[in-house]
């Protein structure tokens, strides 16, 4: 308490969140001579990687990617365990940052972000936390994540439930053992795709509720060579150039064809041997597989005879493959033994499409007539994404008007960045940007450097606001909705689209141009003198 009490209660920045966003905007602040406190809910730096702790989380993006690359000695020195590393190699590689860097002192956890008020006669944000403590800054950045706040549907009866409960997402700190248990998985996407092989060793029984089934990889982990390491080491700057200018900010290899211009023998040997490879570049075998639903089903249908090949029972099997959406217009899942195992004895799938959990009861759950007994449940349910993290906090602009208020029919933002009555307040990865369609760690770094520079910028040009103009900011909006509607994925009732949370606005949330082709406008806008962005100098009376 008394180390927050000796912080400063006015600095140049305040940043909400301590994930690799957080980390990285510290990191730059402090070698621009920017004050900046960063406040943090969590007792420990890390943001997805330090709440989304269950049994077999993993990133399904490899480690020798998914990681910075602003500082060479950095990238040079640490060394990953595995090709995709799991949750707690990341969270160790989160705090070496945190600790190399010596970030901690700045980051007050423990602490949210409840209100941020923009205070128009002073020109500054005052930004309220849960701890009471009011601070005011000139700039604002929410680094608080796309995909940070867990939600558990409303089950008639959610409370009347007296066993253990879990959500992938708020997973606790100290060990959970399902042993001797019977358990409950409710959701499979990423999450919870990655949970039920791990849990099915563990319980005594398994019961997956599944909604829509989802596509999924096999992710062929394995431990990280020397050679592969040193491949990448060797040319690591070179490496992460490419990566900025990639359609994902990943560095794979793509195929210039058409799924239907080549002969079916061709198409499927490109299958296998990517099904072979694993991991989510799968979606790279042909390149009309998002845009064609012809050349996607060519795709679908492989993946769903890999199910049928693997799944013993057919009746599950079927279960399994997924119908209602072209394969990768739902975020392509990526596991680790999923198929196999519901050939175990100790697991059951239930088909929950038709007929949805009807209720929670005190000892388990009903769907339809049938009844349920579990000694714990996991809700692998998702998350309010995109939104609703930055609603968690009253954020109010010029006016008093709430950013909620103004995106009441879809974030309204210009370059995912800015939205226009919220002056001096940057989004790290928001809607509008690449943001989840890509590496987040490369889009991370990009905005972070872009919101780092632009700050720059106005302290060595004299200017203190920055805004973006309405009229960039709504072809912004359209050009982001024309994009994604010349692809699949509107196609998907997706967390992308709004369509996991009750009555949230459908339409689709990131931008799916591509990581290079974004940072390519992104660079010339700013080389345009921040086309689309107004900016003002002090007045008297918020320089005095
Ligand atoms: P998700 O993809 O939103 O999946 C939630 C699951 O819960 C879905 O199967 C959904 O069914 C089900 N569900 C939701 N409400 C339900 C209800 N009322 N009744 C029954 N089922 C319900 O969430 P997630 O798996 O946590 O993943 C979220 C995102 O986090 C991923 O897409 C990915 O971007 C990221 N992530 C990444 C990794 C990784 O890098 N490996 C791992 C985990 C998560 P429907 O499909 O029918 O809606």
Same mark, same amino acid.
Not at 173 to 190: D, L, N, P
Not at 270 to 297: P, Q
Not at 395 to 418: C, E, S, V
Not at 445 to 454: A, F, I, M, N, S
């Given at each position: 308490?008394?180390?927050?009490?000796?912080?400063?209660?006015?600095?140049?920045?305040?940043?909400?969140?301590?994930?690799?966003?957080?980390?990285?905007?510290?990191?730059?602040? *402090?070698?621009?001579?920017?004050?900046?406190?960063?406040?943090?809910?969590?007792?420990?730096?890390?943001?997805?990687?330090?709440?989304?702790?269950?049994?077999?989380?993993?990133? +399904?993006?490899?480690?020798?990617?998914?990681?910075?690359?602003?500082?060479?000695?950095?990238?040079?020195?640490?060394?990953?365990?595995?090709?995709?590393?799991?949750? %707690?190699?990341?969270?160790?590689?989160?705090?070496?940052?945190?600790?190399?860097?010596?970030?901690?002192?700045?980051?007050?956890?423990? /602490?949210?972000?409840?209100?941020?008020?923009?205070?128009?006669?002073? *020109?500054?944000?005052?930004? /309220?936390?849960?701890?009471?403590?009011?601070?005011?800054?000139?700039?604002?950045?929410?680094?608080?994540?796309?995909?940070?706040?867990?939600?558990i549907p409303k089950f008639e009866g959610l409370s009347d439930y007296k066993g253990k409960t879990?959500?992938?997402?708020?997973?606790?700190?100290?060990?959970?053992?399902?042993?001797?248990?019977?358990?409950a998985?409710?959701?499979?996407?990423?999450?919870?795709?990655?949970?039920? %092989?791990?849990?099915?060793?563990?319980?005594?029984?398994?019961?997956?509720?599944? *909604?829509?089934?989802?596509?999924?990889? %096999?992710?062929?982990?394995?431990?990280?060579?020397?050679?592969?390491?040193?491949?990448?080491?060797?040319?690591?700057?070179?490496?992460?150039?490419?990566?900025?200018?990639?359609?994902?900010?990943?560095?794979?290899?793509?195929?210039?064809?058409?799924?239907?211009?080549?002969?079916?023998?061709?198409?499927?040997?490109?299958?296998?041997?990517?099904?072979?490879?694993?991991?989510?570049?799968?979606?790279?075998?042909?390149?009309?597989?998002?845009?064609?639903?012809?050349?996607?089903?060519?795709?679908?249908?492989?993946?769903?005879?890999?199910?049928?090949?693997?799944?013993?029972?057919?009746?599950?099997?079927?279960?399994?493959?997924?119908?209602?959406?072209?394969?990768?217009?739902?975020?392509?899942?990526?596991?680790?033994?999923?198929?196999?195992?519901?050939?175990? +004895?100790?697991?059951?799938?239930?088909?929950?499409?038709?007929?949805?959990i009807s209720r929670l009861t005190e000892t388990g759950l009903e769907?339809?007539?049938?009844a349920f007994e579990f000694?714990?449940i996991?809700?692998?349910?998702?998350?309010?994404?995109?939104?609703?993290?930055?609603?968690?906090?009253?954020?109010?602009?010029?006016?008093?008007?709430?950013?909620?208020?103004?995106?009441?029919?879809?974030?309204?933002?210009?370059?995912?960045?800015?939205?226009?009555?919220?002056?001096?307040?940057?989004?790290?990865?928001?809607?509008?940007?690449?943001?989840?369609?890509?590496?987040?760690?490369?889009?991370?770094?990009?905005?972070?450097?872009?919101?780092?520079?632009?700050?720059?910028?106005?302290?060595?040009?004299?200017?203190?606001?920055?805004?973006?103009?309405?009229?960039?900011?709504?072809?912004?909006?359209?050009?982001?909705?024309?994009?994604?509607?010349?692809?699949?994925?509107?196609?998907?009732?997706?967390?992308?689209?709004?369509?996991?949370?009750?009555?949230?606005?459908?339409?689709?949330? %990131?931008?799916?141009?591509?990581?290079?082709?974004?940072?390519?406008?992104?660079?010339?806008?700013?080389?345009?003198?921040?086309?689309?962005?107004?900016?003002?100098?002090?007045?008297?009376?918020?320089?005095?």
């Amino acid at each position: 308490m008394s180390v927050q009490q000796s912080k400063a209660s006015s600095v140049d920045v305040i940043v909400a969140g301590a994930g690799f966003s957080g980390l990285y905007l510290l990191h730059r602040f *402090r070698k621009m001579g920017v004050s900046a406190r960063c406040f943090e809910r969590g007792d420990g730096v890390g943001g997805t990687w330090y709440w989304n702790r269950y049994p077999g989380a993993r990133c +399904d993006v490899e480690s020798m990617q998914y990681s910075f690359g602003f500082d060479d000695d950095l990238q040079q020195e640490w060394d990953w365990p595995e090709k995709f590393s799991a949750q %707690p190699d990341i969270m160790a590689y989160a705090n070496h940052v945190a600790d190399r860097f010596d970030l901690k002192r700045d980051i007050d956890f423990e /602490t949210e972000v409840k209100a941020a008020h923009f205070d128009e006669a002073a *020109r500054q944000w005052r930004i /309220t936390t849960s701890t009471g403590e009011t601070v005011t800054a000139k700039f604002f950045v929410m680094a608080g994540g796309c995909i940070s706040t867990a939600q558990i549907p409303k089950f008639e009866g959610l409370s009347d439930y007296k066993g253990k409960t879990y959500h992938t997402g708020k997973w606790p700190h100290e060990a959970v053992s399902f042993a001797g248990m019977r358990v409950a998985v409710i959701g499979t996407g990423s999450s919870g795709i990655q949970a039920i %092989p791990v849990i099915a060793k563990e319980a005594a029984h398994l019961t997956v509720f599944q *909604r829509q089934a989802n596509f999924t990889i %096999p992710s062929r982990n394995h431990k990280m060579t020397d050679d592969y390491a040193q491949s990448w080491k060797a040319e690591y700057p070179a490496k992460r150039q490419e990566m900025r200018y990639m359609p994902n900010g990943v560095l794979r290899e793509l195929n210039d064809k058409s799924a239907l211009e080549v002969s079916e023998e061709e198409r499927l040997a490109t299958y296998e041997a990517r099904w072979e490879m694993g991991g989510s570049g799968f979606l790279g075998a042909f390149n009309d597989i998002l845009t064609n639903k012809e050349a996607n089903d060519t795709m679908a249908e492989f993946v769903r005879n890999k199910i049928r090949a693997t799944v013993k029972d057919p009746v599950t099997a079927e279960i399994l493959c997924p119908t209602t959406h072209p394969i990768g217009t739902k975020r392509l899942c990526v596991d680790t033994g999923y198929y196999e195992t519901y050939n175990r +004895d100790n697991v059951e799938l239930v088909d929950i499409s038709e007929t949805p959990i009807s209720r929670l009861t005190e000892t388990g759950l009903e769907v339809g007539d049938r009844a349920f007994e579990f000694d714990a449940i996991v809700f692998a349910t998702g998350f309010d994404a995109m939104t609703g993290t930055l609603f968690n906090v009253d954020i109010r602009g010029r006016g008093g008007n709430a950013l909620k208020d103004k995106w009441y029919a879809g974030p309204r933002t210009y370059l995912g960045l800015m939205s226009e009555g919220f002056p001096n307040l940057f989004m790290i990865t928001g809607p509008g940007s690449p943001s989840v369609k890509s590496n987040m760690i490369t889009s991370i770094e990009q905005h972070v450097e872009l919101v780092t520079d632009t700050i720059q910028h106005m302290r060595d040009s004299g200017l203190d606001l920055i805004e973006p103009d309405k009229a960039a900011e709504d072809e912004w909006v359209d050009h982001v909705q024309v994009v994604a509607y010349k692809t699949l994925f509107p196609q998907a009732n997706s967390w992308y689209m709004g369509a996991n949370i009750p009555g949230k606005p459908r339409l689709f949330m %990131p931008y799916i141009a591509g990581v290079g082709s974004y940072r390519r406008t992104c660079e010339q806008i700013v080389a345009d003198g921040y086309k689309g962005f107004r900016f003002e100098a002090p007045t008297a009376l918020a320089a005095e």
